[in-house]
């Protein structure tokens, strides 16, 4: 068997996206219409680790930049300036125009979060900005609308989105493709030193990428939910998280025809890596759905078909606790392993009540050094039987359902 290549969907630094800091309508009390996102021409000056700018328009590692004061004057939620919120709302409440908590039904959606994402909040103490134009940049547009956070997003227009420049997701926000279709081509997303993000029901397309992830998860990233997302026809990995980020959750969502799945971690100096991986459909998603390398990550309930060479690894110290899932290959092959023969550096891995196809090979490594994922965060499991089959390739991916008013 010829050797998978783990190193070679790894994925270079990439440009981000820099804009002008632009106005955004808090919570209504009726559906938006319109929203001016402000002109948010793409500049592809700074690169993917540095975390740099802070949602305010500043450069944040700039020891001559402007110290940035935050103004809410007594608003108990919404934008503070800063790229922060002037306060935190309760579950299913969001922000209003005057600064108060309201009944918010869309924000019922982070009560859905699990796994080491399970605190996430997204946009919910911002305000929420409708995208009305499919322009790359400009008046309505969806990078006009990320331009400051928090922030929670929504589309009154449906259709295909061609990104001129990465997008850059900032720290609390919420991109929320309820009750529209909208497919994002031409760029990564990109997330770098963002903190407490959702990204719900949307879909991505490769087609036109160059070789990268579709979603590029960099710096010190924390709390990142990715969440009923279609990825597809990507000449790289679906997703990446380098070593620095960590708290993520990717759940019913659906990979297909990708070079790799998800590769999580880039060494043994990812240890501190935690990422949660349930419910979610890869098909042809090329390998390594996922592949780990120094990070801790808990796969479980998710239906994995028609990989090249090897389903899921982990290797550099990488901890994989695999967990009632199914592998179904039709020309057999390595379901699970740690890849040690051929490895400078072995992982280790635990399979527990895995369900696999004829020929399927299921390779456990000292699963003792296996982390349990019970000691981090409540869960519960389905049986890896037809039934799960049928629920994940109903509902993982993109969603046609209304947006909540």
């Not at 880039?266 to 998603?285: C, E, I, P, Y």
């Not at 695999?322 to 039709?330: D, G, K, Y």
Request: one cysteine or more; charged letters at 20%; aromatic letters at 6%.
């Amino acid at each position: 068997m010829a050797r998978p290549n783990p190193t070679g969907p790894r994925i270079a630094l990439l440009t981000l996206v820099v804009w002008a800091t632009a106005t955004c309508t808090p919570f209504p009390t009726a559906p938006l219409t319109e929203v001016d996102g402000g002109d948010t021409g793409a500049d592809s000056a700074d690169t993917a680790d540095n975390g740099d700018t802070d949602g305010a328009g500043r450069d944040a590692d700039d020891p001559d930049a402007a110290e940035c004061v935050p103004v809410c004057d007594g608003a108990r939620c919404g934008p503070d300036g800063c790229g922060n919120a002037c306060g935190t709302c309760g579950a299913g409440e969001g922000c209003a125009d005057d600064g108060a908590c309201t009944p918010a039904p869309w924000a019922m959606l982070v009560e859905d979060a699990v796994g080491f994402s399970g605190a996430v909040t997204g946009g919910t103490d911002g305000g929420l900005c409708t995208v009305t134009s499919l322009e790359d940049s400009g008046v309505g547009s969806l990078r006009g609308c990320l331009s400051r956070p928090p922030v929670w997003v929504r589309f009154a227009v449906a259709g295909r989105i061609g990104l001129i420049a990465p997008l850059r997701i900032p720290s609390h926000t919420t991109v929320d493709g309820r009750g529209q279709r909208v497919i994002l081509a031409g760029q990564p997303l990109l997330l770098a030193s963002a903190d407490n993000v959702i990204l719900h029901n949307l879909t991505l397309d490769g087609t036109t990428y160059p070789e990268t992830a579709g979603i590029h998860i960099g710096g010190t990233s924390r709390g990142v939910w990715l969440h009923h997302l279609s990825v597809s026809r990507f000449k790289g990995a679906g997703l990446v998280v380098e070593d620095q980020a960590s708290e993520v959750t990717l759940a019913w969502s659906f990979f297909t025809d990708l070079d790799a799945g998800a590769l999580l971690g880039q060494s043994a100096d990812g240890s501190d890596v935690r990422v949660t991986v349930h419910h979610n459909l890869f098909r042809a998603a090329g390998g390594f759905a996922p592949g780990v390398r120094g990070a801790r990550v808990h796969l479980f309930n998710n239906v994995i078909e028609s990989w090249d060479q090897v389903a899921a690894a982990s290797f550099d110290e990488g901890q994989l606790h695999s967990e009632r899932n199914l592998f179904q290959n039709a020309d057999g092959g390595l379901a699970l392993t740690t890849m040690h023969r051929d490895e400078p550096q072995e992982g280790y891995t635990r399979s527990v009540e895995d369900a696999a196809g004829p020929s399927v090979v299921i390779e456990q490594n000292r699963p003792e050094l296996v982390f349990q994922p019970s000691d981090s965060y409540p869960y519960s499991v389905e049986e890896p039987d037809d039934a799960l089959r049928t629920a994940v390739n109903r509902g993982a991916g993109y969603r046609d359902e209304a947006f909540p008013e």
